[in-house]
């Protein structure tokens, strides 16, 4: 984050790619990534950089450029 001088990191694709999105959504397995552990890295990186981290809504339309 520090290396570009972003201002705001917008999360997305935490969400399990093989579960159907007709099923609520639920991170990926542990085996493939321990989702918990990742957004507490990036919280800690984000917040050593003054950087906003952001995780969307699902479903709500986002503007990353505001």
């Not at 609520?24 to 552990?37: E, G, I, K, N």
């Not at 917040?47 to 990353?64: H, I, K, N, S, Y």
Request: no cysteine.
């Amino acid at each position: 984050m520090r290396t570009v001088g972003v201002r705001r990191v917008i999360l997305i694709h935490w969400d399990d790619f093989f579960r159907p999105l007709s099923k609520p959504l639920r991170a990926l397995p542990y085996a493939a990534d321990d989702l918990d552990l990742s957004i507490r890295i990036l919280d800690e990186l984000a917040a050593q950089d003054g950087v906003a981290l952001q995780m969307p809504t699902v479903w709500r339309r986002e503007d990353p450029w505001m």
